[in-house]
């Protein structure tokens, strides 16, 4: 942008370029140092992290936390669930955005007042913690999977952002379709969803990371069945039972180190070993990501 | 090719006649309709529905049973709530953690916007802020876990930093100082989303015209007056909406920080109006009175949002909602 003045840096500038880096770098230090802290710790025999003083290197180098904690039936099975509702329910996301966005592009639909209003009101409202409790204890999904995966299916900002980025492709397309003699639902399925891939991985990454880092549907409609747990789930009783001394559940660490299960309290290394789990498979898909959720954040924002 | 060329014809003559049905005009789109009136049936059911759920506010709602059989007993919950001395807590506790966090939410990613797009070195740039989306792709049980960790007395960063420089004599135990806990949760929330809301502030700051800043250079504008006069005044439609969407959204703040971070010590700053709906609605089984609780919340979210948006209308000709 203004590359060009490299050259003559007036006083001011030089200094304000000194704070301005400096002030930066310490952001960048203050937002990275805890990850890696939590990865130092976790990667550092237990006994010996209870001495302190471990930064962002491990002082006793061992993977002996992560054995122990895979060893352990709950996270196991809430890793496993976790997995299954973040890759379900980001497809199933995708697709119901993906589809609605389809129609609500088509100028020439005739239902699209109806379906936009009824979509678009349900950014203003809700029917709040326990009408959602009783309306899933209704439909009998509470002590199902189901329940993570059917009540946030369909989101109506997810579907302004798709539809917004079909707004800028070309009509012609889907005409020249049409006279191929294609149908709407293989214009859509053949022409449309391809050339969406971009917008499609930003609604794709936003589904995903909600789905895998949700707990609290977990805590409301799924604590008393150990089957149905999610790894965040695990993760917050084990944290929430440090921070609630002995007034946590009693039951969290069950299992979770042999001795240490006794005084009811999970060593450090054992509960960043957890967090590193949970941190881990957003860290491997974002980076590649990145450059889709910058376009389509800005995107839905400056249409909506 | 003749054939083609009646066809498409046809195709494009179809949507200006007059004389088609209703019917005609939904068979022939009738892909369109599956496509979205399922999932409109979806939302009626999982968003519509439980507003239905409201009438339990006025009900002494036992459940089991039916609808036309509950005792309908008007405003004795409402009233119930506005004669609790908790609710009144709980309501500041909200309402301060709300305002706290819009106007540290709302500034710091502009700030952090601008000073990021005044660093000419590329690689520089793209690092911090790859970093700083870091955290909003965690979860707020490892952000809370994290904030944890760093506040503690043994061992704790913070508590290192402040007695290795002399400000402290001994480690302060921050999670269980009732004052501190608003405090906090305002700062977790920056560190989590700092980055991730600077991104539209960046992306606004893309498109303001490169030459202001070349002619503001040779009018001998200070770097200062070159953020002031057009960066931040190129980004003020952008700075409007983000204000106004999140005026609108003051109250409903969510419980998730307060539940993750609050424990019993600080109990009377940490609960909010809706973990006030979950101990009461859920916990306890009063739903009637829980459900009295949220319906207050989104009367006061609505209100906010409608105020918000008349402002934003004044000023700006157009409107968010």
């Known amino acids: 942008m203004k590359q060009k003045a490299s050259i003559q840096l007036s006083k001011g500038d030089r200094i304000f370029n000194f704070a301005n880096y400096t002030f930066l770098t310490l952001v960048f230090i203050a937002t990275l140092y805890p990850f890696l802290n939590v990865l130092a710790i976790s990667l550092n025999d237990s006994t010996d992290t209870v001495r302190g003083g471990i930064y962002i290197w491990p002082r006793e180098f061992t993977l002996e936390n992560y054995r122990t904690i895979f060893a352990y039936d709950h996270l196991l099975t809430g890793f496993m669930n976790s997995v299954l509702r973040t890759v379900i329910g980001t497809v199933l996301g995708v697709l119901s955005s993906a589809m609605v966005a389809f129609t609500l592009s088509r100028a020439d639909f005739h239902g699209k007042k109806f379906v936009s209003t009824v979509l678009v009101l349900t950014l203003y409202f809700s029917g709040g913690l326990i009408p959602g409790y009783m309306l899933m204890r209704e439909l009998n999904l509470i002590n199902t999977f189901w329940v993570y995966i059917l009540p946030g299916m369909v989101n109506a900002f997810n579907i302004i952002i798709v539809r917004s980025f079909m707004d800028g492709l070309p009509y012609s397309l889907q005409e020249s379709a049409k006279i191929d003699g294609a149908n709407d639902f293989t214009i859509f399925w053949r022409i449309i969803l391809p050339l969406c891939t971009p917008v499609l991985a930003t609604i794709a990454l936003f589904v995903a990371v909600g789905q895998w880092n949700a707990w609290f549907d977990t805590y409301l409609y799924n604590s008393s069945n150990p089957d149905l747990t999610t790894l965040q789930y695990e993760l917050m009783k084990i944290l929430q039972n440090t921070t609630m001394g002995a007034s946590g559940d009693p039951n969290a660490f069950r299992g979770v180190g042999g001795e240490q299960a006794a005084q009811n309290v999970s060593p450090e290394s054992i509960k960043m070993a957890i967090s590193m789990v949970t941190i881990v498979p957003i860290l491997l898909v974002y980076p590649f990501l990145q450059r889709f959720f910058v376009q389509g954040m800005t995107l839905g924002a400056v249409k909506s | ?321």
């Open chain 2, 1 to 321: 090719m003749k054939l083609q060329k009646k066809k498409a014809h046809t195709t494009r003559a179809m949507p200006l006649s007059q004389k088609r049905t209703f019917w005609q005009i939904v068979l022939q789109q009738r892909y369109l309709y599956l496509m979205s009136l399922p999932f409109v049936a979806w939302v009626l059911v999982f968003n519509y529905l439980p507003l239905l759920g409201w009438t339990m506010a006025f009900q002494d709602y036992r459940p089991g049973v039916p609808f036309y059989a509950q005792d309908w007993v008007g405003f004795k919950h409402f009233i119930e709530l506005f004669q609790d001395e908790r609710f009144y807590l709980v309501l500041r506790n909200t309402l301060v953690m709300s305002i706290m966090g819009l106007l540290v939410g709302f500034t710091f990613p502009i700030l952090f916007a601008v000073l990021l797009n005044e660093v000419r070195l590329k690689a520089f740039k793209r690092t911090v802020q790859t970093v700083s989306y870091l955290p909003h792709f965690v979860s707020w049980v490892v952000v809370a876990g994290i904030v944890t960790k760093m506040l503690s007395v043994d061992g704790g960063i913070i508590n290192e930093l402040l007695i290795s420089t002399g400000l402290a004599d001994q480690p302060i135990q921050f999670m269980t100082k009732g004052e501190w806990f608003w405090i906090i949760v305002t700062l977790a929330d920056l560190w989590k989303e700092m980055g991730w809301n600077s991104i539209i502030f960046l992306a606004a700051m893309a498109g303001v015209d490169p030459q202001l800043y070349e002619a503001a250079k040779v009018d001998g504008a200070s770097r200062f007056r070159q953020i002031w006069h057009i960066t931040l005044t190129g980004i003020r439609p952008t700075i409007l909406v983000v204000l106004i969407l999140s005026i609108g959204s003051l109250i409903t703040i969510g419980f998730e920080k307060q539940f993750l971070l609050g424990n019993p010590t600080v109990v009377n700053y940490s609960e909010v109006l809706d973990l006030y709906a979950l101990n009461y609605g859920i916990n306890l089984g009063r739903f009637s009175y829980g459900t009295a609780i949220g319906i207050f919340n989104s009367m006061v979210a609505i209100i906010l949002l409608f105020i918000a948006n008349g402002i934003f209308k004044r000023y700006s000709n157009q409107s968010v909602m």
